[in-house]
């Protein structure tokens, strides 16, 4: 089973909609949580982190759920420029600054 | 500012050669962290250095190497390189300073290619 999982898609959905990805962890001991947006043939970069009591960046976001290990991201009001391949990231306790990967979810925003 | 530069952007080897890529992190990071990502798949954890010393490794085999100078730019060196050391290098800077979690920024990467 992978650390972290997620569904790679891809999700194709109009401009204008609304679009959830969800995110589990099998290590109970992960500390902090992270979404990354990684563009096609580009590097990943931070979106937001990921907060216990759930936290909003404009038309984004995020949920931890630490009882499931499970992690979400939402997004509202869907723009062509959000399509890009959204990574699920999980930093354990102990493990430095190592950042441990999901697979990423890809999304396609169309006209 | 620069941002996190690594040279070569692209780069294609035969089987059996060595590699090595190089990073520069951002001025004042101290903590260079090296990632594999292959088509279709999360970057996953090479290496982690942090003042000139090896502090995370992750599960790659022995062919895989790295180092950091005193200016805290890194290596990432590969021996008898295989086909399926294709993929994508990245490199990327944090900031320990600005806290424990403090956030990664990541180069452009390297593109390997193993014929």
Known sequence: ?111 | DAGVTQSPTHLIKTRGQHVTLRCSPISGHKSVSWYQQVLGQGPQFIFQYYEKEERGRGNFPDRFSARQFPNYSSELNVNALLLGDSALYLCASSDPGQGFLAEAFFGQGTRLTVV
Not at chain 1, 63 to 90: F, G, M, P, W
């Open chain 1, 1 to 111: 089973r992978k650390e972290v999982e997620q569904d790679p898609g891809p999700f194709n959905v109009p401009e204008g909609a609304t679009v959830a990805f969800n995110c589990t962890y099998s290590n109970s001991a992960s500390q902090s949580f992270f979404w990354y947006r990684q563009d096609c043939r580009k590097e990943p970069k931070l979106l937001m982190s990921v907060y216990s009591s759930g936290n909003e960046d404009g038309r984004f976001t995020a949920q931890l759920n630490r009882a499931s290990q499970y992690i979400s991201l939402l997004i509202r009001d869907s723009k062509l420029s959000d399509s890009a391949t959204y990574l699920c990231v999980v930093i354990y306790t102990g493990g430095g600054n190592k950042l441990t990967f999901g697979t990423g979810t890809q999304l396609k925003v169309e006209l």
